[in-house]
């Protein structure tokens, strides 16, 4: 093999190892403790890409689910739910008696309409609403009761794109290495999920609360959220209410013999399709263990980055993947 052959499969390699890096760290901030995922890989011409998770299909539901929740519009719950009633909003207020003709108050004061008092929400005794802001209120206490409970999290590979003049087979090269690093993301001990306190009406789509007596299930669509490479981890829609990447920078920083030069980087990250589920014990503000999971699809995109492994200069172009991010109780 010539000596230009060889620069060219290392190069190519490094290229991969990059993207597939960035990938795997596209998942949440690296930690120290493995456990086990599973790798779904269905072959194909320059991608890689897994069945179908089965948070897919969860996310698929809970989207039909709550698809009108801003109409106030009926929608389907899960089995667990389907006795529950619908709770509607009532927008109307009681207008205010109106003034007879020759009252002599007439020029000098106007009527008012009756303001409509505001709902107390409550932990105890669950909520039926659909309003968002009302589920939000109801959510954070929720959050603040089961605040100290440790979750589960983990990552899933989905798919990879190597980018320009990659090879299949430099991809299922390091498709180990990607797994890898998304193994040493699957934990255990996960804190609470985001900044529940910190979460503002607006950084969710829609929302529903489901009470059949015995318990309220939360269904949330939140905002999808596109960052650059430092995205912040409890900045942002998703940040918030679930945490993101705390900054592809950091992550790539601590990889030996590479380095990046991020002031000629164009990329994104996207996290798409995030859904909020929690079951709820009416009687007690506690957690359903089983019936709660936080989700979303991380999608990073790099449209170009320039990189040097050792001494050898590499550009990436029209790179990307994608990984499944899930926190459950």
Not at 24 to 34: E, F, L, R
Not at 80 to 109: C, F, H, L, R, V
Not at 290 to 309: L, V
Request: include cysteine; hydrophobic fraction near 30%; charged fraction near 25%.
């Amino acid at each position: 093999m010539t000596n230009g052959k060889v620069k060219a499969t290392i190069l190519k390699s490094v290229s991969a190892l990059l993207c597939t890096a960035i990938l795997a760290c596209s998942g949440i901030a690296n930690t120290n403790k493995i456990c086990e995922t599973k790798l779904k890989i269905n072959g194909g011409a320059n991608s890689t890409v897994s069945e179908k998770t089965s948070s897919d299909e969860v996310n698929e539901q809970f989207f039909d689910e709550i698809a009108d929740v801003e109409d106030n519009s009926e929608a389907p719950v899960d089995e667990e739910t389907e006795s529950a009633e619908e709770y509607t909003i009532d927008d109307s207020n009681d207008s205010a008696p109106a003034q007879q003709a020759g009252d002599s108050s007439s020029s000098t004061s106007t009527s008012k309409p009756a303001k409509e008092e505001k709902k107390k929400i409550s932990l105890i005794g669950g909520l039926s609403s659909n309003n968002k802001e009302e589920v939000l209120e109801y959510y954070k206490l929720v959050s603040k009761k089961n605040a100290n409970l440790l979750f589960t999290k983990t990552l899933t590979f989905i798919d990879m794109r190597g980018g320009k003049n990659m090879p299949q087979r430099m991809i299922d090269i390091f498709l180990p290495i990607a797994q890898k690093a998304l193994d040493k993301n699957t934990v255990n001990d996960e804190p609470y999920p985001g900044k529940p306190d910190k979460i503002l009406p607006s950084d969710w789509q829609a929302a529903k609360a489901v009470n059949d007596g015995t318990y309220t299930t939360i269904y949330v669509k939140v905002q999808p959220q596109t960052d650059g490479y430092n995205g912040k981890k409890y900045e942002g829609s998703c940040g918030r209410s679930m945490c993101v990447l705390d900054g592809i920078d950091q992550a790539l920083a601590e990889m030996n013999a590479v380095s990046v030069d991020f002031s000629q980087t164009k990329m994104v990250v996207n996290y798409v399709n995030p859904i909020i589920k929690l079951k709820v014990k009416n009687s007690t503000g506690e957690l359903v263990k089983g019936g709660c999971e936080w989700s979303y699809r991380t999608n990073p995109e790099i449209d170009y980055m320039e990189a040097k492994f050792l001494t050898f200069k590499i550009h990436i172009e029209a790179a990307g993947g994608n990984v499944d991010y899930s926190v459950k109780y």
